[in-house]
Each structure stands twice: as structure tokens, then as C-alpha cells.
Nanobody, 122 residues
Framework: QVQLVESGGGLVQAGASLRLSCEAS????????TGWFRQAPGKEREFVAA????????YYADSVKGRFTISRDNAKNTVFLQMNSLKPEDTAVYYC???????????????WGRGTQVTVSS
């Protein structure tokens, strides 16, 4: 089983930055991808970003392109989401995910962490 633990959320002002972390533990396969989703109260879950663990290839939702950057640290088994120029619309619980490929991750067919709250005030 794979365990995913998110951290780094908080309450910030619009325009500020946050860096989310997701540490993976347990057994994983050699080829897989990790990513981030978010869900605001009363809204559907939304894909944010994904990265292939081996190649480093990335994929972003249009809503965060140019503001968010996903990266990974192989030695630490950790994936990061650097969020800049935060907007109130970014307020949500952010969930870490892991799947067999970027395609699988973006389709939501993943193992999940329990989430970390990001709140952006005006």
C-alpha cells in the first residue's frame, strides 16, 4: 500500500505564495506519476498538476499555468507544488495523488492523500 501525506497549506493573502509537499511511503512501482487535485466546498474535484516520476514530464490545468509549478525530489520521495500569485479562487483542500502514469493521474484513478487546506483571502 502507498501512503501519501500532504503538508504546507495555510491561510495567505491574495498574491502570496505557498509550497505544498507530499511525501510518499510504502511500496510503489518503478514507473508512475504523482499529482495534485483540489476541491472547494460545494464544488467538484479539480485536477491541478501532474508529473512523471521518472522522466519529469509535467502537465498543468489551464487555470494554474504560469502560476503553479510541480516538481519532485527522488531521494526524498516527495512531490512539491509551488503556488505563486495565489488568488481567492485557489482556496480549496489540496490532495496529493499517485497513479501509473500522467494520463491515469489526470483522470483521477489514483491513490490519495488526506489533503491540506489552502485559504487565500482578498
Amino acid at each position: 500500500q502507498v501512503q501519501l501525506v500532504e503538508s504546507g497549506g495555510g491561510l495567505v493573502q491574495a498574491g502570496a505564495s505557498l509550497r505544498l509537499s507530499c511525501e510518499a511511503s510504502g511500496r510503489t512501482f518503478s514507473s508512475y506519476a504523482t499529482g495534485w487535485f483540489r476541491q472547494a466546498p460545494g464544488k467538484e474535484r479539480e485536477f491541478v498538476a501532474a508529473i512523471s516520476w521518472s522522466s519529469g514530464s509535467t502537465y498543468y490545468a489551464d487555470s494554474v499555468k504560469g502560476r503553479f509549478t510541480i516538481s519532485r525530489d527522488n531521494a526524498k520521495n516527495t512531490v512539491f507544488l509551488q503556488m505563486n500569485s495565489l488568488k481567492p479562487e485557489d482556496t480549496a483542500v489540496y490532495y496529493c495523488a499517485i497513479g501509473a502514469s500522467i494520463a491515469v493521474v489526470t483522470r483521477g484513478l489514483n491513490y490519495w492523500g488526506r489533503g491540506t487546506q489552502v485559504t487565500v483571502s482578498s
